[in-house]
Each structure stands twice: as structure tokens, then as C-alpha cells.
């Protein structure tokens, strides 16, 4: 014989919502599983009562230091920094750049802010 999918109203009258539970453990395990959920539910809401801070180790309020906004995006800005630094470290003498335009200054801000590793360490 077939197998036939469960209509709705049978499985509506027939299966409990809620989470899985096995049977014969009795309301112990069911209890068990509502305190679980309940414990998912409050950590996904930011609450985490059973985590305790070190507060040797937390970050004491250091004033946020914010990135200037560029004009330019900051890919552009830092594959030019790229280029010049290896044309830098590879010693090629013709890579020019007009150093009045507003993405050179841009870039040479961004390198103030946020200096790159070396090649040569």
C-alpha cells in the first residue's frame, strides 16, 4: 500500500507544536526543553545572564577614533597606496601620480590614519 501524506487537520489534532520532547521521560525533560528555548529566546534578545565580564580584560571607555569620510572609495584608495608601495619596494621609477588631485590627498590621509606594513620586514 502507498505511503499517504498526513492531511493538516490530522496532523493539527494528532501533534503538539512546541519543541521535540521524547516520550515516556515524564514532564521532567519537558521542562528541561521549555527552560532551553526560553534560554535561546533571551540570548538571540541580547540578554546573557550567564556570562560574567572580567573587568581586568574589558576595554575600559577609550573614545571612539573615526575614520575621516572619503570622497573616494576606500578600495580605490588603498589598491593606489598598494601600487605605490610596491613600485616603492620593487624600485620602478614610472609610476607617476598628480599629487594635487583630491585622491592622492585622500590616500595620503588614509595612509596617515591607517599606516601599512612594510615589505621589506
Excluded at 7 to 29: D, F, H, Q, T, W
Excluded at 61 to 81: F, G, I, K
Aim: no cysteine.
Amino acid at each position: 500500500q502507498p505511503i499517504r501524506p498526513l492531511s493538516l487537520s490530522y496532523y493539527m489534532k494528532k501533534y503538539e507544536r512546541g519543541p521535540i520532547v521524547p516520550r515516556g521521560e515524564g514532564n521532567a525533560v519537558r521542562e528541561e526543553a521549555m527552560r532551553e528555548e526560553e534560554e535561546i529566546n533571551r540570548f538571540e534578545e541580547g540578554n546573557h545572564p550567564d556570562q560574567q565580564g572580567d573587568p581586568v580584560h574589558e576595554p575600559q571607555d577609550m573614545p571612539a577614533h573615526a575614520s575621516p569620510l572619503y570622497s573616494h572609495d576606500v578600495n580605490q584608495l588603498a589598491s593606489m597606496l598598494h601600487q605605490m608601495e610596491i613600485s616603492q619596494y620593487s624600485g620602478l621609477p614610472n609610476l607617476y601620480f598628480d599629487t594635487a588631485s583630491t585622491m592622492y590627498t585622500e590616500a595620503m590621509t588614509y595612509r596617515s590614519t591607517f599606516p601599512p606594513p612594510t615589505f621589506g620586514t
